[in-house]
């Protein structure tokens, strides 16, 4: 059943946030166009897409986040949410297509990101100007050993894992604050701060176990052993975050 909520709700927030993805390599095109090597070339045209260009990564960033809490808010604590609670959909499947969604958009932000800077390193010549010394670059990385791949491949994981974490406390913290008949946002803001300091007291509590893991590090493979455990904590939290949504949703659901 998770695969078809995930078949729903990927192209429901697709459908919003593509358009803007579309506008992002607009501005992306008109800025390298501006900044191109070409005589013509005004600083006030740069200046107009420079701003275009930071005005529509912005809205993209925002409305991503936004739409992403929405979803998760309207639908399964709003008014959306009676619909949902008659499909035969566990809260935990409920909750991980909500999370997995969240992170595939997340990922595709970043991956949006990278496009648009190269759409304007293509039109504005840089790509493939004399400059960049391509094969010195490839060069470097067919160096790479494996523990140096290890430690990029740990560091994406370790990415993902975060960005999953991070949404699921902003889950966690939507449905603490929907406990609260009144001022369920101002409830809800309240709780995220809670979640922040715990996640804090989380960090130095590990700190204080574990002083010299973070300040003595001298080989690759002591780096990814720093990337493995911050990955296990990761996990751990973001589990904590999943669990408390799914008690509230199982026991507590308060529909506003």
């Known amino acids: ?75 399964l604590l709003g008014d959306e949410a009676y619909f949902y609670q008659v499909l035969p959909v566990t809260a935990s499947e409920h909750i991980a297509s909500k999370g997995i969604t969240a992170l595939v958009w997340v990922l595709l932000s970043g991956v949006a990101m ?57 889950y966690a913290a939507i449905t603490i604050g929907h406990q609260v008949e009144k001022h369920t946002t101002l409830a809800s803001i309240g709780a995220y701060i809670g979640v922040l300091v715990f996640e804090s007291i989380v960090g130095r509590i590990i700190i204080g176990i574990f002083p010299d893991m973070f300040r003595n590090i001298d080989s690759m493979w002591e780096l990814n052993g720093v990337f493995f455990c911050a990955m296990i904590v990761t996990v751990l939290i973001g589990a904590v975050y999943f669990f408390t949504c799914r008690y509230f949703m199982e026991n507590r659901l308060n529909l506003n």
Do not use: N
């Open 114 to 170: 990278l496009i648009t800077g190269l759409i304007i390193a293509i039109f504005s010549g840089v790509l493939f100007g004399a400059d960049i010394q391509w094969a010195e670059i490839f060069r470097a990385l067919a160096a790479f050993r494996a523990k140096e791949w290890l430690s990029v491949i740990e560091f994406i994981i370790l990415s993902a894992l975060s960005i999953t974490k991070s949404v699921l406390g902003i």
């Open 1 to 75: 059943m998770l695969g078809k909520l995930l078949k729903y709700e990927i192209p429901a927030l697709g459908r919003k946030l593509m358009p803007l993805y579309v506008g992002w390599c607009a501005t992306a095109v008109l800025l390298g166009l501006a900044v191109g090597p070409v005589s013509s070339k005004s600083e006030f045209m740069v200046v107009v897409a420079g701003l275009m260009y930071t005005a529509a990564a912005t809205a993209v960033l925002v409305m991503a986040v936004v739409m992403i809490i929405q979803r998760y808010s309207h639908s």
